[in-house]
């Protein structure tokens, strides 16, 4: 028994049943770039819409506010990355404040995964259980309709 608990086993409470012991963050080959890729296609959409700013591509429209005249939670998004790739701070904000904190916020968590991922910390772990905590089902719909107000007043017509 000893000499499974040193191989990385461990044996549940009232069990004889070995469990692998990987502890609370594994490092996996396969894992271990799955943090700084997802990063690296975060940059590279960045690029692209750099690209599409650059070349004057047609953005995507709007069906529902064409069809109504009233934007969607989402409308100015596409506008809202582009300012991004120009590290136009405050106009992304102003286009979609909801879009920019989501890609701030993603950002974040993908440098913080990474540093999990490479310093063997718990940062990560530490804030998704702070998050647990909070009632996100209540937070988010309230956060898309204050951000739906601020577009209906704020967007040009």
Known sequence: MEEALEKGFYTHSNSKVMMPNNGPMTTSPSNRYLPPLVLASVILLMAGLHLVAQWRLPLPVCWMRVVTGIPCPGCGSTRCLMALARFDMAE?????????????????????????QYLHRQWAVRVSKRIQRLPLAVIIPLIVVANWIYLYFALPR
């Open 92 to 116: 992304a904000f102003r286009l979609n404040p909801m879009v920019f904190t989501a890609f701030v916020l993603l950002i974040g968590w993908l440098l913080l995964w990474t540093a999990d």
